[in-house]
């Protein structure tokens, strides 16, 4: 039985489901970021409410993050530069719920110093989290350079309204993001020689865009950028994407799949 599945039977049993099950459930499925949204729809379409879980929260989140541990993991050889990264983002203040959703408040105004305030403040949440997957094939500094493009989507998709803690709700995306980047360098070596180049180039691209621009590139964007068709790139994604997660079943009837309502370009 699929674990999306298992949702929407929990869901309907229960007639609601919080954000912190569903992001639970789905982080043993490697999902993009647009395979979870539609996972949402799907949800919401059955008519599963989600809510959230603030009420068991404490209301200062400040005090709660306060010890996240931001410290060298042991074995891990640093330059200093990554020893400065770590002592900026220690100085920087955590926020309180309600200084949360004042900012969440002011990002839907299209505030951008807000998103970026927001950001920074769980900056050290993304740290204490990549530490967790040392010695898994990647670099310390590239976990955590990962897990912050996480947090960049975090940030953009927060809706406040929803009543969970944006902590909560951005570590799931923090993990996807760094675990999603441990598989698809693992998944590499499976990939044939002559596009691997191809591949990690329109990877790097593709993060520079979405750090420049805040959002997800489109392939257009991509394509301008490494000059060539968008056809091209699409097919490059296409190959360096893992496709298992799209036969996850949904519905009453196991007779239909995640990849059904994923849209093809």
Same mark, same amino acid.
């Given at each position: 039985?699929?674990?999306?599945?298992?949702?929407?039977?929990?869901?309907?049993?229960?007639?609601?489901?919080?954000?912190?099950?569903?992001?639970?459930?789905?982080?043993?499925?490697?999902?993009?970021?647009?395979? @979870?949204? $539609? !996972?949402?729809?799907?949800?919401?379409?059955?008519? *599963? &409410?989600?809510?959230?879980? /603030? +009420?068991?929260?404490?209301?200062?989140?400040?005090?709660?993050?306060?010890?996240?541990?931001?410290?060298?993991?042991?074995?891990?050889?640093?330059?200093?530069?990554?020893?400065?990264?770590?002592?900026? @983002?220690? $100085? !920087?203040?955590?926020?309180?719920?309600?200084?949360? *959703? &004042?900012?969440?408040?002011? /990002? +839907?105004?299209?505030?951008?110093?807000?998103?970026?305030?927001?950001?920074?403040?769980?900056?050290?949440?993304?740290?204490?989290?990549?530490?967790?997957?040392?010695?898994?094939?990647?670099?310390?500094?590239?976990?955590?350079?990962?897990?912050?493009?996480?947090?960049?989507?975090?940030?953009?998709?927060?809706?406040?309204?929803?009543?969970?803690?944006?902590?909560?709700?951005?570590?799931?995306?923090?993990?996807?993001?760094?675990?999603?980047?441990?598989?698809?360098?693992?998944?590499?070596?499976?990939?044939?020689?002559?596009?691997?180049?191809?591949?990690?180039?329109?990877?790097?691209?593709?993060?520079?865009?979405?750090?420049?621009?805040?959002?997800?590139?489109?392939?257009?964007?991509?394509?301008?950028?490494?000059?060539?068709?968008?056809?091209?790139?699409?097919?490059?994604?296409?190959?360096?994407?893992?496709?298992?997660?799209?036969?996850?079943?949904?519905?009453?009837?196991?007779?239909?799949?995640?990849?059904?309502?994923?849209?093809?370009?």
């Amino acid at each position: 039985m699929g674990l999306v599945k298992q949702l929407v039977e929990k869901g309907k049993k229960n007639g609601t489901l919080t954000y912190k099950e569903i992001m639970d459930s789905l982080e043993e499925v490697d999902l993009s970021p647009e395979q @979870i949204e $539609k !996972v949402y729809e799907i949800l919401e379409s059955m008519g *599963i &409410e989600i809510v959230g879980d /603030m +009420e068991d929260l404490p209301k200062n989140v400040a005090s709660e993050e306060e010890n996240l541990d931001i410290s060298v993991p042991d074995g891990v050889a640093i330059d200093d530069p990554v020893r400065m990264y770590l002592k900026e @983002i220690g $100085k !920087v203040p955590l926020l309180t719920a309600d200084e949360e *959703i &004042e900012l969440a408040k002011r /990002m +839907e105004k299209g505030d951008e110093e807000a998103k970026k305030r927001l950001a920074e403040a769980n900056l050290r949440l993304v740290v204490s989290i990549a530490k967790r997957y040392v010695g898994r094939g990647m670099l310390f500094l590239d976990l955590i350079q990962e897990g912050n493009l996480g947090l960049i989507k975090a940030v953009e998709k927060f809706d406040y309204s929803k009543g969970f803690k944006f902590s909560t709700y951005a570590t799931w995306w923090i993990r996807q993001a760094i675990t999603r980047a441990i598989a698809d360098q693992a998944r590499t070596i499976r990939i044939p020689v002559h596009m691997v180049e191809t591949i990690n180039k329109l990877i790097r691209v593709s993060r520079q865009l979405l750090q420049e621009l805040g959002r997800e590139p489109t392939a257009e964007e991509i394509a301008k950028e490494l000059g060539m068709p968008a056809d091209k790139v699409r097919e490059i994604m296409k190959i360096a994407q893992e496709p298992v997660s799209l036969e996850t079943p949904i519905g009453e009837e196991e007779d239909s799949h995640l990849g059904d309502f994923i849209p093809d370009d």
